[in-house]
């Protein structure tokens, strides 16, 4: 039989007989299930190791003071494993006018605190070192303006990050000052900095604005005092804000505050680790239910196939076929036919993929989620689509094939 | 007997089927050549191992004592790979139970031991197997599956396929037990056409219609073949 006949003979197989069309629709189904889920957990680990992980945010603490404490305790949360940065919340932040203002866009841009240990990953250009100041490393689809936050950039007047690389802005901010008779701030002093764009990242990715700027600690500490913006009245007492240096770390590193007597320590941008381990758990039991269903389905498949109609491999034997050619035509079958299901599963999933892709997805790769199929869920459902039935099916074939005729034909005379 | 005309030659056979409880004596030193361009009858009582002699003749079963030489070939020096070969290239095995494949169509079904005889081309396959269903007088109904042909039809289908890579030798047990006479008549017409044309044809029948087309009758009877006068 050449290949040509081979094919032929499985397809007109599949459609004549139900047992296998069956077989090859339940496979399919478990098939596009596979594929759905893996790729989802596979996209949510790339989501958490690529965006969660490298945002500052989650793994930012925010402390309470301890107020009897002449420092507040920022010497004890110094001295704690893992923790990389401790500072007084005010200085996490700061909106600023800038000098790319015109007539397009207002120039507000956001000054985030930095520091050789807390930055973005750059993509071009340099990152901070520790005797820098009044530098800045910016987004490279950079838009100073506030509709930044509302993630609506008009592409018309984004600007390339690259292009600002070593070229210096200017921004102004005004002393705040509280009166305390009128209950209201007053505008004080005007300020204003120089900054050099050193290094350019992708804001994206890290779940930022694309109004976000990071400059050093020290250029925000200064600025924000200028401003009055850490004076926050006389029985205030600021939280801290504390960069723990993994997420991984994060909950040992809380457990060890807590026990130091801060009140309240909580997670500044939270990620709920509970989804993380939900989506593990039930992606692994998932998986594991689809293969010990795959070989179900396959050996009850091959049952019917081989076992019950064991005269037909009689009738082959009879007909000349030696055990190796009655495996090779069962067998063979057998791989055509999961392979088919597999590619085909794979086609239809690749469709409804894209299409959701185009519609839903697109929507929300803004925020740093970009979803898309990689090997990890292509491989793994070959593995429970292909390898695990075959083998499974292997085992049967051989089994039957190897049986003297007599056998084989008396097993189906008595049913 | 002519001796180049001997195709088959049994020297005492004998079949026990044993068991943890039982020893059964089927066959007992039984002595016999057939040859070709004739058609022999088994007859017997129902048990007398009929079935067990035709599975032994057909290399479907390889269990027994003595000697048995096909084509010149001592059965018992034989592997599993070379029986399956002799079976494809001399042996056309008939059953009552017709055992076609439900989902081949009928000239499916006679294809199905092409495909493993390189000896036939790829592309003269399907004449061949056009023409074989015609010799059964089925050439109206090659597209028909076995569920739409009656038992006469499917057991044509199943003489054309064991007639796919042209032996030499056609064993059928009991072909005609699930056939009606007019259909039994037709199936015995078929095979004495091929002992004519040279085949060595070997049935095992109950039918009173099959001595009518035998050469030689032989009765299975207390473990021994008896030749029967017609
Ligand atoms: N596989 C087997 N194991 C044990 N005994 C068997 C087996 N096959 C057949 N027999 C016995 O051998 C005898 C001959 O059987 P068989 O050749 O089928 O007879 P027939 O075809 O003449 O009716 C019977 O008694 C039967 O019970
Ligand atoms: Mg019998």
Redesign the interface.
């Known amino acids: 039989m050449n290949l040509r006949e081979f094919f032929k003979n499985t397809f007109i197989g599949i459609f004549r007989d139900k047992r296998k069309l069956f077989y090859v629709v339940v496979l399919l189904i478990c098939s596009l299930i596979a594929f759905s889920i893996l790729t989802f957990k596979n996209n949510f680990d790339m989501y958490v190791n690529e965006t969660i992980t490298r945002n500052i945010g989650f793994r930012t603490l925010s402390v309470s003071p301890k107020q009897d404490k002449e420092d507040l305790g920022l010497s004890e949360l110094n001295l704690l494993e893992h923790v990389i940065d401790v500072y007084s919340f005010q200085y996490s932040s700061m909106s600023v006018e800038s000098s790319f203002k015109n007539e397009n866009i207002e120039g507000t841009i956001e000054l985030l605190y930095g520091s050789p240990d807390i930055q973005p990953n750059i993509i071009m250009g340099r990152g901070f070192q520790s005797d820098d100041s009044n530098v800045a490393i910016c987004p490279n689809i950079f838009y100073p303006d506030s509709s930044a936050y509302e993630l609506q950039l008009d592409n018309k007047y984004t600007i390339n990050g690259n292009s600002l690389l070593n070229n210096e802005f200017e921004v102004y901010y005004t002393e705040s000052i509280f009166d305390t008779d009128t209950n209201t701030f007053e505008d004080g002093k005007k300020f204003s900095e120089k900054f050099k764009v050193i290094g350019v990242y992708d804001n994206t990715s890290v779940m930022n604005f694309n109004n976000q700027c990071y400059i050093m600690s020290n250029d925000i500490k200064k600025m924000v005092s200028k401003a009055g913006l850490d004076n926050i009245g006389e029985n205030s007492y600021p939280y801290f804000d504390l960069v723990v240096d993994n997420v991984d770390n994060i909950e040992e590193v809380m457990g060890k505050i807590k026990d130091l007597g801060f009140r309240k320590v909580s997670v500044k941008n939270y990620f709920d680790s509970d989804m993380k381990k939900t989506i593990e758990v039930s992606s692994i039991i998932v998986v594991t239910i689809l293969v010990f269903l795959t070989i179900i389905i396959s050996s009850s498949y091959i049952k019917k196939l081989v076992i019950n109609d064991s005269w037909k491999i009689g009738i082959l034997k009879t007909l000349g076929y030696n055990q190796m050619k009655v495996l090779k035509k069962y067998f063979g079958e057998a791989s055509l036919i999961n392979i088919i299901i597999y590619f085909f599963s794979f086609l239809i999933f690749e469709i409804i993929f894209l299409f959701l892709k185009f519609i839903i997805f697109s929507s929300i790769q803004y925020i740093g989620i970009n979803i898309r199929v990689s090997l990890f869920p292509v491989i793994v459902t070959f593995i429970i689509i292909v390898i695990i039935p075959l083998l499974t099916m292997f085992y049967n074939i051989y089994k039957y094939s190897k049986q003297n005729i007599i056998d084989l034909l008396r097993k189906s005379d008595q049913k | 007997m002519e001796k180049e005309k001997v195709l088959i030659r049994l020297e005492h056979i004998t079949k026990n089927y044993v068991n943890k409880h039982h020893n059964i004596l089927v066959l007992d030193n039984i002595s016999i050549d057939f040859s070709k361009q004739k058609f022999y009858l088994i007859i017997g009582h129902s048990g007398n191992g009929k079935s067990t002699l035709i ?1 032994i003749l ?1 290399l ?2 390889s269990k027994f004592e003595g000697n048995y030489l096909i084509y010149g070939n001592e059965v018992s020096t034989l592997n ?2 070379d029986l ?2 002799i ?3 001399h ?1 056309g ?1 008939i ?1 009552q ?1 017709f ?1 076609l ?1 439900p ?1 081949l169509k009928a000239i499916e079904n006679v294809l ?2 092409m ?3 390189e000896n036939i081309l ?1 592309e003269s396959r399907k004449s061949k197997a056009i023409e074989l269903l015609d010799k059964v007088g089925l050439k109206e109904r090659i597209n028909h599956f076995p569920r739409e042909l009656s038992g006469g039809e499917q057991q044509r289908v199943a003489i054309a ?1 064991a007639l ?2 042209d032996p030499d030798i056609i064993l059928a047990d009991e072909p005609t037990g699930n056939l009606d006479s007019t259909n039994e008549k037709m199936v015995f017409e078929q095979l004495k056409k091929l002992s004519k044309d040279g085949k060595c044809v070997i049935v095992v029948s109950h039918s009173d219609l099959a001595k009518k087309y035998a050469d030689v009758v032989y009765e299975l009877d207390d473990h021994k073949l008896y030749e029967v006068k017609k």
């Open positions: 599975n057909g479907i079963d599993n790979k399956a070969k079976r494809m290239q042996v095995f059953f139970d055992y494949d989902y199905v031991p495909y493993i005889n790829k396929r796919a890579n």
